[in-house]
């Protein structure tokens, strides 16, 4: 099984590498800017992680994660968008280049990732792309003031998860998206500085890979809330 996450160095992201790593017959492709703590698993022992060095806002690094793929010569299985980017701040005072940031980060590189990453999909039979959310991306949940950038971002990415598996439903690929609630992370931190979330990286973590791997069995086109509690 071929796996690829973007965000692949901290938090979740890195707890999925570690879970995923564990798996027999599976090599994860872990796309990240900073590969520093996935070379130090690698050296560590654990040779089923392809750390690559990618910053996903970027057309040539989009290329090279594509052309990664096609050198392994096998299908790709799963593919998880994990990379997000926040900022907490009025929404009076956001500038252009903040929310172009977050909205390149957030909806405008999984989207390019998934149109090159397709033709590597299509050849499997248990193709799954799993777009990570927020809670404060879906409709009739409770907002916070700051978060206007990163929620509407998360937003776009639920309504893009919901439109691709229409569009692809004549192929193998499913698409799904999980609306995360609050894990204890860095960006839980920018978000509410203070707050103590009631699950660790490493709980959303498991669940978010037992997912990827059997979800598309019952789901696709869902966004499905994965949280215990406000924030």
Known sequence: MLILLTGASRGIGFEMVKHFAAVPG??????????APLQ???KSGIHTILPLKADITR????????????????PLDILINNAGE?????FTSITAEEI???????VFAPFHLIQ?????????????????SSM????????????SAYSSSKGALTILSECLAEELKTTSIKVNCLALGAVQTEMLSLAF???????EAHNMAGYICDFAVNGRKFFNGKVIPVSSSTP
């Open 26 to 35: 599976t090599l994860v492709i872990a796309v990240s800017r900073n590969i």
């Open 40 to 42: 130090k698993l690698v």
């Open 59 to 74: 057309t040539s690094d989009l290329k090279k994660i594509a052309k990664t793929v096609k050198r392994l010569e096998m």
């Open 86 to 90: 926040i900022i907490n701040k009025p």
């Open 100 to 106: 172009s940031s977050v909205y390149n980060t957030n």
């Open 116 to 132: 090159e990453l397709i033709p590597f999909m299509k050849s499997s039979q248990a193709a799954h792309v799993v777009n990570i």
């Open 136 to 147: 404060g991306g879906v409709t009739g949940t409770a907002k916070f003031p700051g978060l």
């Open 193 to 199: 500085p203070g707050y103590k979330a009631p699950l």
